[in-house]
């Protein structure tokens, strides 16, 4: 099935359904605050390298965490037992996107550009991007980024300057979006990593069904 190519003047995707089985969607558009949004909002999302043409996915099987199944090891217990531990939310995310960039986890490479870093900080200035840091003994420790709609977030990408600091930032996120019942953290793609953490894959039927009870009609 040949992939959709964008309009630069038109905010539109084709049908999520449309995907190929790899989840690749369609190619070029641009990185504009709106097209963003009615990405996100249908599950779509940007993914490429530096210096490509933009890509845009939507995974038909969706792997997410539910924040109340947030799954926190008896090693990882141990170790908030013993240290103080905290995060801070949005006290600078153009740095934790940047630290991201550069210190991204699990050897997997970065795909975040100096394009990505500019239009996810207008995502953040309009209110639809949050920067998440976790501290450990009042030592900056990692953190991560994501778009949060309604009541979903969708996470971006991670970083550790300790053990255990992405870990940590992504475990207190998650009981405090418990707590604000948001339906889901979407993952994007599956990784062992994230499995061991709660992660789960779920159909898009269900998927779009947390959707629309977290996000609702926003366009």
């Given at each position: 099935?040949?992939?959709?190519?964008?309009?630069?003047?038109?905010?539109?995707?084709?049908?999520?359904?449309?995907?190929?089985?790899?989840?690749?969607?369609?190619?070029?558009?641009?990185?504009?605050?709106?097209?963003?949004?009615?990405?996100?909002?249908?599950?779509?999302f940007p993914w490429?390298?530096?210096g490509d043409e933009?890509?845009?996915?939507?995974?038909?099987?969706?792997?997410?965490?539910?924040?109340?199944?947030?799954?926190?090891?008896?090693?990882?217990?141990?170790?908030?037992?013993?240290?103080?531990?905290?995060?801070?939310?949005?006290?600078?995310?153009?740095?934790?996107?940047?630290?991201?960039?550069?210190?991204?986890?699990?050897?997997?490479?970065?795909?975040?550009?100096?394009?990505?870093?500019?239009?996810?900080?207008?995502?953040?200035?309009?209110?639809?991007?949050?920067?998440?840091?976790?501290?450990?003994?009042?030592?900056?420790?990692?953190?991560?980024?994501?778009?949060?709609?309604?009541?979903?977030?969708?996470?971006?990408?991670?970083?550790?300057?300790?053990?255990?600091?992405?870990?940590?930032?992504?475990?207190?996120?998650?009981?405090?979006?418990?707590?604000?019942?948001?339906?889901?953290?979407?993952?994007?793609?599956?990784?062992?990593?994230?499995?061991?953490?709660?992660?789960?894959?779920?159909?898009?039927?269900?998927?779009?069904?947390?959707?629309?009870?977290?996000?609702?009609?926003?366009?």
């Open positions: 099935m040949p992939v959709y190519r964008l309009p630069k003047k038109e905010i539109t995707f084709p049908l999520p359904e449309m995907a190929e089985e790899s989840g690749l969607l369609a190619i070029g558009g641009d990185l504009s605050l709106d097209r963003l949004l009615l990405a996100y909002c249908n599950g779509i490429y390298n530096p933009i890509m845009w996915w939507c995974p038909g099987r969706r792997f997410i965490i539910r924040p109340s199944k947030i799954h926190i090891s008896h090693s990882m217990k141990k170790f908030m037992k013993k240290h103080e531990t905290k995060i801070v939310i949005n006290r600078d995310f153009k740095e934790t996107m940047h630290r991201c960039r550069l210190k991204r986890e699990f050897n997997e490479g970065t795909w975040i550009g100096d394009d990505m870093e500019d239009a996810y900080y207008k995502l953040f200035k309009a209110g639809y991007a949050t920067s998440v840091e976790s501290f450990i003994d009042n030592k900056p420790a990692g953190g991560l980024y994501g778009v949060a709609i309604g009541r979903c977030f969708f996470g971006e990408s991670m970083y550790s300057d300790m053990e255990n600091g992405s870990k940590l930032a992504l475990i207190l996120l998650a009981k405090k979006l418990e707590k604000l019942d948001y339906q889901m953290i979407d993952c994007q793609f599956y990784t062992k990593h994230l499995e061991s953490m709660g992660g789960e894959y779920i159909s898009f039927e269900e998927y779009k069904n947390l959707l629309d009870k977290g996000i609702g009609s926003f366009f």
